[in-house]
């Protein structure tokens, strides 16, 4: 646990000094959130929710696919100390395997919770997000199963891919289509049927019925319960298969 620990202190200090990504982040979904806010609503209202502003949709989506990238971070962490020389001595140290995977997992998942936070505010001060009777702590309970779900996918494709490229290629088309198929890029209902089937098996459907619970249908902790066990259980398989693809000794290569 020190170990583990004093991995999180170097991770964090190392985000708290480069904040810019965040930022980058963070401006994105907040530009196309008053884009695309007031033609989901119509979609919305169509579908059987005559109060919606679109806002209920929009904001989560958005927050869910750029929540990739975020998570995506966690990788290009552990690339960065191998280009940055650190690495052989980060495998000298007291850390165990699991240790170091620790160390760089809990710094990302409080990010991640606290940037969904931040997308979440700007949505509703931007387009009108409200809770509308819905549970702010359901909310939280997603976000929280939701990041911890991603950044053990990322840390997965970190113990499996060799180079940096290979990771950032895998995250960048992993988001578009994991996001889409999971309604994060327009409602699922106006994805095509055999999107629907398959939506399932990704972790931004879960994501997105839980917020549409709360936000569309004014749901509360019982009624996200199975959204969340879902991407708690996911994370945990994805966890496990990280821990044992992990290497300390294999040879990563940076180039960004």
């Not at 927050?63 to 998570?71: D, K």
């Not at 969340?228 to 398989?237: D, H, N």
Request: include cysteine; hydrophobic fraction near 55%; charged fraction near 10%.
């Amino acid at each position: 646990m020190r170990a583990a620990m004093a991995v999180m202190r170097a991770q964090t200090k190392i985000i708290r000094n480069d904040p810019w990504f965040l930022g980058v982040m963070f401006a994105m979904p907040v530009v196309i959130m008053p884009i695309f806010a007031d033609v989901v609503g119509l979609g919305l209202q169509s579908s059987g929710y005559p109060d919606a502003s679109g806002a209920e949709v929009v904001v989560p989506g958005q927050m869910v696919l750029f929540s990739f990238f975020v998570a995506g971070s966690v990788g290009f962490m552990v690339f960065r100390e191998h280009g940055w020389k650190t690495w052989d001595r980060l495998r000298a140290s007291a850390a165990s395997p699991t240790s170091i995977l620790a160390g760089f997992a809990v710094p990302w998942i409080g990010v991640h919770v606290l940037y969904s936070l931040a997308v979440l505010t700007a949505g509703a001060l931007l387009v009108g997000l409200r809770f509308n009777g819905g549970s702010p702590l359901a909310v939280l309970l997603i976000l929280v199963a939701y990041a911890f779900c991603l950044i053990m996918l990322m840390l997965l494709a970190t113990a499996t891919f060799r180079t940096v490229n290979q990771l950032n290629a895998v995250q960048n088309v992993g988001a578009m289509l994991l996001g889409g198929l999971g309604g994060a890029l327009m409602p699922l209902e106006a994805l095509p049927g055999w999107a629907q089937t398959i939506a399932p098996l990704s972790p931004a459907y879960w994501a997105m019925r839980g917020h549409r619970s709360v936000f569309l249908e004014q749901g509360g902790v019982g009624d996200v319960l199975l959204p969340v066990g879902v991407l708690v259980a996911a994370g945990c398989v994805l966890a496990v298969l990280a821990s044992m693809r992990f290497r300390v000794d294999e040879t990563k290569e940076f180039f960004a």
